[in-house]
């Protein structure tokens, strides 16, 4: 009798499971579906770029001779006209003083044909000298003052050279490598130059354009200069991610396209006023390209077809119409923004797009609703694991 009873139940109760399947059988599926509405993208474009000082000045020396003393090191932050390098000036004294000697020779050789002139043309008013003694004075008196004059040209050039035994910075800047030191012989014909000045209280960033994105700012700016003016200020990316806090302008676009890589180059200035970029580094030049009223949608609500791309959109009767979008050409990796084929109300499927047909019925729920079935059932599978466990 109690065998009965037992088999009875087991038969109700697969009954009441298979009317319970039948049941959930007539029911459309449900999936989440999102109410698109407008709104602001902030988008932008991204080149690489390269970072170079505003002005970057190799340093060589005008002449000849041993380093004597190195007066900054590599890094070091310098102001026009500081002395960076010394180099033996005991020949280029030498020199001085010698040119110095030869002019006061020259002085005292034009004093005495002066004179020597001067008494000539009295005697030639008293006609005692003929005109040919005196004309031939007066050509040694101007020889005399071109031989002084050659003299001072001499001392200024000796007195240049000394001088060029200070090597100094040409302009504020940041001190570079310096391949030579205390003893090395230099001269202005060397391969390597002393160190290199990169002035950098404002950086040059370089980057390039593809010819079709230059194509499009062309069309719809017009000249170079009108383009210039109308550009927005760019950001810089620097190579940890992080973004430079001062905005920077493109200052210039090169007119001829490299015709090995098909691009353009440009350039973008950035203030630099702590001295965090340096010359040499690298990074991201970031163009904002804001889009108001643009609806946007996740990239996983997407299907694509000959690369043409579609969504289901929810009809009244809750059933799909797949339907061709078009979207813009940037995006973030995890949404699109549509420009063509949807608008604000629509309801699309945001998940398992892949498998849907057009015309097929749904049951459209919210994203919210799908989370919270699916917390659920893992708390329902959690409980079910800790009854068994206990069993």
């Not at 030639?124 to 003299?151: G, H, P, T």
């Amino acid at each position: 009798m109690k065998s009965r009873l037992v088999l009875l139940a087991c038969c109700l109760a697969l009954l009441s499971s298979c009317g319970q399947g039948n049941k959930e059988a007539g029911k459309a599926p449900e999936f989440a579906v999102l109410t698109v509405q407008t709104t602001t993208a902030n988008l932008t474009n991204s080149y690489p770029a390269t970072i170079k000082g505003k002005q970057d000045v190799e340093i060589r020396p005008m002449v000849s001779g041993f380093i004597t003393k190195l007066h900054v090191d590599e890094g070091a932050v310098v102001r026009k006209g500081q002395v960076l390098f010394s180099i033996d000036p005991v020949q280029y004294q030498a020199a001085v003083n010698s040119a110095k000697a030869t002019v006061e020779t020259a002085k005292a050789a034009l004093n005495t044909q002066e004179l020597t002139t001067a008494n000539k043309r009295e005697l030639n008013k008293k006609q005692i000298v003929s005109d040919y003694d005196l004309l031939m004075s007066e050509n040694q008196l101007a020889q005399a003052k071109a031989s002084l004059a050659q003299a001072e040209a001499q001392l200024v050039n000796a007195q240049n050279n000394l001088s060029y035994t200070r090597v100094t910075s040409p302009s504020d800047g940041v001190v570079g490598t310096i391949p030579y030191r205390v003893g090395s012989l230099v001269s202005p014909s060397i391969a390597t130059p002393l160190t290199t000045v990169a002035d950098i209280s404002e950086m040059y960033a370089y980057f390039s354009m593809t010819e079709r994105q230059l194509l499009a700012m062309i069309r719809e700016g017009g000249s170079m200069k009108e383009i210039l003016e109308s550009l927005p200020s760019v950001h810089l990316q620097l190579i940890d991610g992080s973004i430079y806090p001062d905005s920077g302008r493109v200052e210039t676009i090169s007119g001829v396209i490299d015709q090995t890589t098909g691009s353009v180059n440009m350039r973008a200035l950035f203030p630099n006023a702590k001295n965090i970029l340096r010359s040499g580094g690298t990074g991201n030049v970031v163009f904002p390209n804001p889009m108001e009223n643009v609806i946007m949608i996740p990239q996983s609500a997407t299907t694509e077809i000959q690369d043409k791309k579609f969504v289901f959109v929810v009809q009244p009767d809750n059933t799909l119409k797949n339907t061709e979008i078009n979207v813009f050409t940037l995006n973030d990796g995890k949404y699109y923004y549509v420009t063509a084929g949807l608008k604000p109300g629509d309801k699309i499927v945001l998940e398992g797009v892949q498998n849907l047909k057009d015309g097929q019925a749904i049951t459209p729920i919210s994203p919210a609703d799908k989370e919270a079935a699916y917390q659920q059932a893992l708390q329902d599978q959690k409980d079910g694991n800790i009854q068994t466990a206990f069993q």
